[in-house]
């Protein structure tokens, strides 16, 4: 079975600063889906980014970019120029590659806190 | 408004109620699930529908039974509930078969006295 794994339970950036979270997963399958969700006090989970495991190139959208080890099976996302907006709980998930769209496995989270 | 709109927000229960959660989407999607967020632990994928069908059960007790009338929306019928079974409800929706990611809703605050 595939797991996530999130070892930082809290993270702490100073407002413009960088800040990277840490995730691990372990699986065997060679087609699968990567995502960093964000879920901020309103609770609802908001895609931040995704990479697909076919893919070299790290993924980038914004702020946010991840650093895609694959073979040390490691996904980690960096926040740059980090806002006072970016503070929330942030979720790695994996999705098999023939699996539904919704069917993601989750890691624990990151509580993100970030300082004006 | 939202892809993706869950009621209620917040909701308790007694152990002997009989509620249900709602949730329906405006996104056109054709597939929706369902989620338990508990303090400390990941979120667990607990019901998957495509098409109007189940097609995951992720070994969920059966004193949660859930429902989907037609692709937009979906419930979560609740019957004898555990004070464990307090958590968050997220509900999901996605397109199948195409390269897009899944979309969730606000959720549910359930507390079970």
């Known amino acids: 079975a595939q797991t996530v794994t999130q070892s930082q339970p809290e993270m702490s950036v100073q407002e413009a600063e960088t800040v990277t979270l840490s995730c691990t997963y372990d699986?065997?399958?060679?087609?699968?889906?990567l995502f960093w969700y964000k879920q901020p006090p309103s609770r609802q989970m908001i895609l931040v980014i995704r990479?697909?495991?076919?893919?070299?190139q790290n993924a980038t959208e914004n702020r946010f970019s991840v650093n895609f080890q694959k073979a040390a099976k490691s996904f980690s996302l960096k926040i740059s120029d980090s806002q006072l907006g970016d503070a929330a709980m942030y979720f790695c998930?994996?999705?098999?590659?023939?699996?539904?769209?919704?069917?993601?496995?989750f890691g624990k989270g990151t509580k993100l806190s970030v300082k004006p | 408004e939202t892809g993706v709109t869950q009621t209620p927000r917040h909701l308790v229960m007694g152990m002997t109620n009989k509620k249900s959660l709602k949730c329906e989407q405006h996104?056109?999607?054709?597939?929706m699930y369902w989620y338990k967020q508990s303090a400390k632990k990941p979120l667990e994928l607990m019901f998957v529908?495509?098409?109007?069908?189940?097609?995951e059960n992720n070994s969920v007790p059966s004193r949660f039974s859930p429902e989907c009338p037609n692709s937009s929306h979906l419930f979560l019928h609740l019957h004898t509930l555990q004070p464990e079974d307090s958590a968050l409800y997220l509900c999901?929706?996605?397109?199948?078969?195409?390269?897009?990611?899944?979309?969730f809703g606000q959720g549910t605050r359930l507390t079970v006295v």
């Open positions: 699986t065997s399958e060679s087609d699968y889906y």
């Open positions: 999901a929706s996605s397109q199948e078969r195409e390269n897009t990611e899944a979309f």
């Open positions: 996104l056109g999607h054709n597939a």
């Open positions: 529908y495509s098409l109007e069908e189940r097609v």
């Open positions: 990479q697909e495991a076919y893919k070299q």
């Open positions: 998930a994996y999705r098999s590659g023939g699996g539904s769209q919704g069917n993601l496995i």
